[in-house]
């Protein structure tokens, strides 16, 4: 049974592949496909916090910090020295995972909220920040103003392009490295012992695990990817606001979508970033223009009635629906299917 | 002469004005069963904690295989080779059985593949393979108790702690748990248990050490302890000091 189910897995996946590669040939309006663009990256954000906050289940509410860290300085860097954005991401990344070490450090040796706390209140602190430096020394950080990438036309080595669909390839790839990898932490040591800690933490250091170092080092995994995130929005949309950056819709957006997929697993992520950005996008497009906020308004009832009727997220759907189809196809098909936690 | 296999010396604790374990003197030898028995509130429990790390002494020492491990966080301690259970079992709730118990493979190997042999192998012993894709969550109380001890038994200890296992099961589960345990000891593995079930305890343990108030108050061989004037008072009150008499 088995063997028929990653068969018939297997080309399904095939066939999205090939369909997600195709589709700049099918969407040729510049607008949908940035629409397109930016539910990808949401579905990516979401899946790099869901290495710290649904495998290892610690919630952080200021994952804004690493877009914004890994946008600002690779900006700045190519802003001043002309620096690629290909080689400032890396910068950008080492400075986000330094202060995910920074922030995980004190607060993972402790029980409870501490953690969740302080990404709020350094999130919030580092919002305060950008809006108010102008500029240390020779690099201009913009303030509240906010901070534009020095235009250079189309240029691949400057991370910008005037169409949008080397943008599309870009995130699309990054979305697969990102599925990829947390498919790989998922099914490794790293995976099951942040599993474990998040289940009893009592019981995972009695059974060997150092809880505060794969907290660690979860958490310095998910920061580098997201400030990845930052520098790709930093290149697609050229210009840098602290509030839309590092501010709270941004951290609290990216929990938003992986516990509506469904945190913890590998896929929920990507599906709840995908359908939330996109009801959000169409919402925003119909309705937007009318009443202020209304928007907003009916987004957040939708997040709500998901919330309730689907508290394990959108994937525990998915994966019933899976479940029923094969049952119907496989008379066995029952228990292994139904005991599994891992699904997707 | 047999080897000491851990070694527990003056070892105490304080919680505020409470002396919680009180210069506890013990020598296990390799290969042996102990058990470790008091009222409640005696610090058995903590006597553990004390051992495996989760406090730390305020005097003594606790040697585990001539090594002195006094302090160490628990992580480091069961890599040494001390493996607990929780008296308030813990399983990981959202994982499988086999999952469960691989997490404690994974101390001796970083392949997922060893851990799942090591596992499976253990989940055997255990008689819990009929339930290797059920979710922790969904196990009745019996199997909980077998899963905890699997959960120790995979870091591949040379000292098991049991804390209570025995706790909440019928007459018929306490007779195969302690078929288990004595099948677990004479693999080789020494096993240190607290239990409240005195008749299991005497099956299992060749010497038992009786604590009250965190001090030991007997030590010696099932029916030496038993008959012991002063663990008769710690357990029934001073009126049936003289009972036998």
Redesign the interface.
Known sequence: MTGININKNSVILAVLVVLLLLLPMVVTKPYYLHVIIICLLWAYLASCWNIIGGFAGQLSLGHGIYTAIGAYITVILFNTFGLSPWLGLFVGGGAAILLSLMIGYPTFGLRGAYYALATVAISEGIVVLLNNTGSIGRFTVGGAEGLIVKSVGSSAAAFQFNSKIPYYYIVLIMLFLIIFIAKWIK???LG??L??LR??E??????????RHNKLIAGAISAFFTALGGVFYAMLIRYLEPNAIAGASMSTQMVFLAIVGGS?TVLGPVIGGILLALISEIIRFYLGGQLMGLHLFIYGMIVLLMIIYQPRGIIELFEKIGRRFSRKHNDEGG??GA???SGA | MQKTLLELSDLSIKFGGLTAVNRLNLKINAGEAVGLIGPNGAGKTTAFNLIVGVHQPTVGKVIFDEEDITGLAPHVVCRKGIGRTFQVVKPFGKMTVLQNIMVGAFVNTSKKSEARLIATEIMEKMSLQGKRDYLAQNLTIPERKRLEMAKALATQPKLLLLDEVLAGLNQTEIEEAVQLIKTINRDGITILMIEHVLQATMAICSRIVVLDYGKKIAEGSPQEVTSNSEVIKAYLGDEYENADS
């Open positions: 099914e490794s040591k099951y012992y599993v474990a289940e009893d009592d019981a995972a250091a009695a059974m060997g695990i150092n809880v913890g228990r292994s005991e599994d936690p």
